[in-house]
């Protein structure tokens, strides 16, 4: 079965700092990974997704996420956080299989950040 | 185009009441999913489809809980009676599988406050 673990409810910035927001996997097929986006009310919105073409992955506004299957490892980061970065993330993994077309998720993490 | 419909954006009821929520997804998606978002619980996979047919359906909480897909282009959420832990925000997501990523995307959510 797959699962992912999101390391951090919560990680708080300052604006114009590195982030990283850190995502392990669990998977018994390759996987597909994803990073999604939640602004305040509002729906999960695609920030990237890797499906094995190459393991850095470049995503909307800036983010990036690199797949390292030796660490089972696709933690997100962008170089230097804005305000509006200010949001709920999910990492999610699909489950493959007889379970296709289905997406385990993390339980997120609240990025912050401050002036 | 139109990206995943649903309705109504809010809806506020009364213990014991039915409720129905409703989605139009992606044209041409043959995945539909329905999501429930607590603060705590996370977000959780209640039921998804495939071609109209429900494909795993372990996420509802209780026999309250019914969603049906007549057709491609519109499916329900059902709860009756409701309760007021039934207070979510419920998503709905859809997804192609021709493109084999499993990515799915989301309606901007039905917040529902059961009183």
């Known amino acids: 079965a797959q699962s992912v673990t999101q390391l951090g409810s919560h990680v708080s910035v300052s604006e114009g700092a590195l982030v990283l927001l850190r995502c392990n996997y669990s998977?018994?097929?390759?996987?597909?990974l994803f990073w999604y986006v939640q602004y305040p009310n509002q729906g999960l919105q695609l920030l990237l997704k890797?499906?094995?073409?190459?393991?850095l992955v470049k995503g909307i506004n800036g983010f990036e996420a690199e797949f390292k299957k030796s660490e089972t490892s696709f933690h997100l980061t962008k170089p230097s956080a804005h305000m509006s970065d200010a949001a709920e993330y999910f990492c999610?993994?699909?489950?493959?299989?007889?379970?296709?077309?289905?997406?385990?998720f993390g339980q997120g993490t609240i990025l912050t950040v401050h002036p | 185009d139109a990206g995943v419909i649903q309705s109504p954006r809010h809806e506020v009821t009364e213990m014991g009441q039915e409720v129905t929520l409703r989605c139009k997804p992606i044209?041409?998606?043959?995945?539909l999913f329905w999501y429930r978002q607590t603060m705590m619980r996370g977000l959780e996979l209640l039921i998804y489809?495939?071609?109209?047919?429900?494909?795993?359906d372990s996420g509802m909480p209780e026999d309250r809980f019914s969603a049906k897909m007549p057709n491609a282009s519109f499916s329900t959420l059902k709860i009756q009676p409701s309760e007021p832990r039934d207070s979510a925000v419920y998503f709905c997501?859809?997804?192609?599988?021709?493109?084999?990523?499993?990515?799915?995307?989301f309606g901007p959510g039905t917040r529902l406050t059961v009183l």
């Open positions: 997501a859809s997804s192609f599988s021709g493109v084999n990523t499993d990515t799915q995307y």
């Open positions: 998977s018994s097929v390759p996987p597909y």
């Open positions: 890797y499906t094995s073409a190459a393991t």
């Open positions: 999610a993994v699909s489950a493959g299989g007889t379970s296709y077309g289905k997406l385990t």
């Open positions: 044209s041409g998606h043959d995945y």
């Open positions: 489809f495939n071609n109209n047919v429900p494909i795993d």
